[in-house]
């Protein structure tokens, strides 16, 4: 990764720097966007809205981010410190998907409604069983006398790439809870394609921080 980082041009490092500064703030404003829509506390389905968003919009890519050679807010951080703080910020994300899960489970059993019937609800339970799975998984990472018989080089790659697929999951359920009919009459018009465009944007930095890290890596040994 440093060899990549060295013989990088400087006008390609200043644009990944700043695709990944308005990824931070562009995850952070659309977290309080919907904190503001949803008005959580209002009702008991608000708070399933801004704790999804919470856990996936914020926590989720700030957690990855935290990894990134380009934007890391603990640039000069050791990796031990790093990968502590990216596992906290994981367990946070399970925890307030849980509870987001809770809050839509406990609204529809009171309103009679049935459970897990649309895309949405099914993308959301896979990407929540997910994360749970992913904070698990990263236990070996941080304390690897618990690994016998693995390697801790391929059990990385294995973290990555399905950490991946849950951070895919998790902007997939975002952009499914926003086709609902209560964000389309919330934010109608433009505006949907605006708000739409903030997951999708942490995605593409997401992918393209685990693929240059790993896939990239793993083409440049001889």
Do not use: D
């Not at 399933?48 to 935290?66: D, K, N, R």
């Not at 399970?94 to 809050?103: D, F, M, Q, S, T």
């Amino acid at each position: 990764m440093a060899q990549v980082l060295e013989t990088e041009p400087g006008i390609y490092h200043c644009l990944r720097v700043t695709c990944g500064v308005a990824v931070h703030i562009t995850c952070v404003s659309f977290t309080v966007f919907v904190a503001a829509l949803a008005r959580p506390g209002s009702s008991l389905f608000s708070w399933h809205p801004f704790l999804m968003t919470l856990a996936f919009s914020f926590l989720m890519t700030e957690a990855v981010l935290l990894f990134s050679p380009h934007s890391s807010p603990l640039q000069k951080a050791p990796h031990k410190s790093k990968a502590r703080c990216h596992w906290a910020l994981q367990c946070a994300c399970a925890a307030c998907a849980g509870l987001g899960l809770a809050a839509i489970v406990c609204n529809k059993q009171l309103n009679g409604k049935p459970h897990f019937t649309s895309w949405h609800g099914v993308a959301g339970l896979l990407t929540a069983c997910g994360l749970g799975a992913q904070c698990l998984g990263g236990l070996p990472l941080l304390y690897p006398r618990l690994l016998k018989g693995w390697s801790l080089a391929r059990l990385k790659r294995y973290h990555a790439a399905s950490g991946l697929l849950a951070y895919l999951l998790g902007t997939a359920s975002l952009l499914l809870g926003m086709s609902s009919l209560w964000f389309a009459a919330a934010v109608p018009g433009p505006g949907w394609y605006l708000a739409a465009a903030c997951p999708v944007l942490g995605a593409l930095l997401v992918m393209s921080q685990v693929t240059s890290a790993y896939v990239a890596r793993k083409a440049l040994r001889p």
